[in-house]
C-alpha cells in the first residue's frame, strides 16, 4: 500500500498507523502513534479540518474526502475517511505535485 493508513477510534486515539503514515509524521515506526491522540500530532488548525471531516464520516455513515494543506508536512494531502464501528478509518495521500501541476495549468491559461 503506498497510501498512509491509520485507524481512529472514537475516543480520537490511533489504533493503528500503517509503515507510510508513520513515515509522514516523521516517526521511526508505527507503535510511536498507537494510542496517542490525533491532536498530539497535529496543530489546532489541521486538527479542526480533521475533526469536521470525522464528524462527518461518523455521523452520516458516508466516506469523506478532503483535501487540505498540511503545514507541518508542508504538503497538500488528500484524507479519504470512512467510517467503521470503532471509529474511521483515513487513507491518507501526497498530492502537493498535482496541486501544484493545477496552479500551474491555471497560471499559464491567465496568460
Do not use: C
Request: charged share 25%; no cysteine.
Amino acid at each position: 500500500m503506498t497510501d498512509a493508513f491509520v485507524s481512529i477510534g472514537a475516543d480520537r486515539r490511533f489504533n493503528y498507523v500503517n509503515e507510510r503514515a508513520a513515515r509522514l509524521a516523521d516517526r521511526r515506526s508505527p507503535a510511536e502513534l498507537v494510542g496517542k491522540l490525533v491532536s498530539e500530532l497535529f496543530p489546532d488548525e489541521t486538527v479542526r479540518s480533521f475533526e469536521a471531516a470525522y464528524r462527518r464520516a461518523v455521523n452520516s455513515g458516508q466516506a469523506v474526502v478532503v483535501e487540505d494543506w498540511f503545514a507541518p508536512w508542508q504538503r497538500w494531502m488528500e484524507l479519504r475517511i470512512f467510517a467503521s464501528e470503532q471509529g474511521a478509518s483515513a487513507y491518507i495521500t501526497d498530492i502537493t505535485e498535482r496541486k501544484q501541476t493545477a496552479l500551474e495549468l491555471q497560471h499559464s491559461q491567465q496568460a
